[in-house]
């Protein structure tokens, strides 16, 4: 694909209580989302309901598989395809180790675990541990959803919408995360290992490996982080070549997801609004200086651009507090 249609596979805001698609659209120039039932060659990988979780996988595997087939047209590009072989086979060395009744995957509906959770799918289609394939993968997968004390409504959609078309057994659990794996791990005692989308810039992810068991005084079980060396720009390569749907609150400036009292769009992404809609008039007459209403500190108004313009690794969580 060239590098010039990345920048118009946008995922459509008004289409989050439709079932996602994996294809993209144009970029209609400045809305935060493009509409992607519009697009050309759509696929339906994702957005039937009703079919199996192996047809799923099989759908994803196929479409990874012709991306590292590709020639890529960047560096950036070949980056990701180097590290979508290396994450593949760490999750395959899990499916090694461990069953699917052994394994969960912790999902928030951000854009790191968005994409463990496609690799991990990809993963399942070819699967050869599991002896049945056409009975272990017609249900769902385990997985558990860490809920910020205030969750924002845009990404409790996603997630709801995503784990129903990427058939998770999703439980939600609003804790603290060591007391809400604790919980988990009592309601499901045979949980060995999860499935983790912690990078290496993220906050204590300097010193990990793709597989760490808990720190003490954790509830014990294996941590699995397959995207651990990923790259922040290599996360939206993947997500925009491919065409998989993100979460929209990325197209308004957001670059790392907490929760609302804590998360805002990124200030390194922040653009002056020069629209006329949100100008003053100089001649309003509650202005009584010789400065321009529109160039005052508190009349500007900004926008951001979207998320997967930064390029800088360590200015991602610059809007978390």
Known sequence: MPEETLSKDLFDQDKLDAPPRVDGAEDRGGETAATA????????????????????CSEI??????????????????NVQRQTQTSLEVIREALDRYSLDDISLS????????????????????????PTPSSELKGRLQSVYIVPIHP????????????ESYHLDLTRYPAPMRTA?????????????????????????????????????WPPFMRVHPIIDWHYAEIWAFLRHLKFPYCPLYDQGYTSLGGTTDTHPN????????????KRSAND????????????PEQRRYTYRPAYDLK???????GRE
């Open 37 to 56: 039932a519009e697009a050309e060659g759509q696929s339906d990988a994702v957005e039937d309901e009703g079919s199996s979780l192996k047809h799923l």
């Open 61 to 78: 595997y196929a479409r990874i598989s012709a991306f590292l087939q590709e020639r890529p047209s960047n560096d950036l590009l070949r």
């Open 107 to 130: 999902y928030n509906g951000g854009k790191d675990c968005l994409v463990l959770l496609i690799l991990y799918l990809c993963t399942l289609a070819t699967n050869p541990r599991q």
């Open 285 to 296: 007459p509650s202005t009584t200086d010789d400065v321009p209403a529109r160039d005052r």
């Open 152 to 163: 924002f409504p845009e990404v409790d959609a996603f997630v709801r919408r995503t784990s």
């Open 181 to 217: 794996f604790e919980d988990y791990l009592r309601d499901r005692p045979r949980i060995k290992a999860v499935l983790v989308g912690t990078r290496r810039t993220d906050p204590h992810g300097e010193h990990l490996t793709h597989f760490d068991r808990t720190d003490g005084g």
């Open 267 to 278: 200030p390194a992404l922040r653009i002056l609004d020069s629209s006329e809609h949100h």
């Open 312 to 318: 800088d690794d360590h200015a991602e969580r610059l």
